[in-house]
């Protein structure tokens, strides 16, 4: 393999003003690529906006205003497990005729959902649960209470 022996840099030294980029001003700055940034795409930037961005301009889609999106706060099966000892020690969970009573609509979970396993009886009081969340439960020889949707 041949050694290149000097640099073009140090070939075009002291011999042209533009180092091989042509006419003076070419490979300044801004000036040579059309501006900074976006400047220029409803102008001579358009036909490279049209190939290749058809969706800069405008608006697309909406935003859905908060009140309407539901944040549903679930639980699973699993998480309300090792959350039962916590809950206890807090008082917000009860212990009656050998189960745990569990209200979740006060502590602010909308669903209860059967990921995870649970050994202990649980009573469930829920706005609303899994099938598959209700049969853990079950299993267990717990229950699960629905509570009824106001409106």
């Known amino acids: 393999m041949v050694v290149r022996r ?86 917000v969970a009860k212990q009656e005729e050998g189960k745990i009573v569990v209200n979740l609509a006060e502590l602010g979970y909308a669903k209860l959902l059967g990921r995870g396993k649970i050994t202990r009886p649980v009573k469930v009081i829920v706005p609303a649960a899994t099938e598959r969340a209700v049969k853990k439960i079950e299993e267990a020889g717990g229950e699960v209470v629905i509570l009824k949707q106001q409106g």
């Not at 042509?22 to 795409?41: D, K, L, N, P």
């Not at 908060?66 to 916590?86: M, P, R, T």
């Open 6 to 91: 000097r640099k073009k840099s140090r070939h075009l030294r002291g011999r042209t003003r533009t180092m091989g980029w042509g006419r003076i001003g070419q490979h300044r700055g801004s000036g040579s690529r059309g501006g900074f940034g976006a400047a220029g795409m409803h102008k001579h930037m358009w036909t490279w906006v049209v190939k290749y961005a058809p969706t800069w301009f405008g608006k697309h889609g909406f935003n859905r205003p908060q009140i309407y999106e539901l944040k549903a706060s679930e639980i699973n099966v699993g998480e309300l497990a090792e959350k039962l000892d916590a809950w206890l020690r807090e008082g």
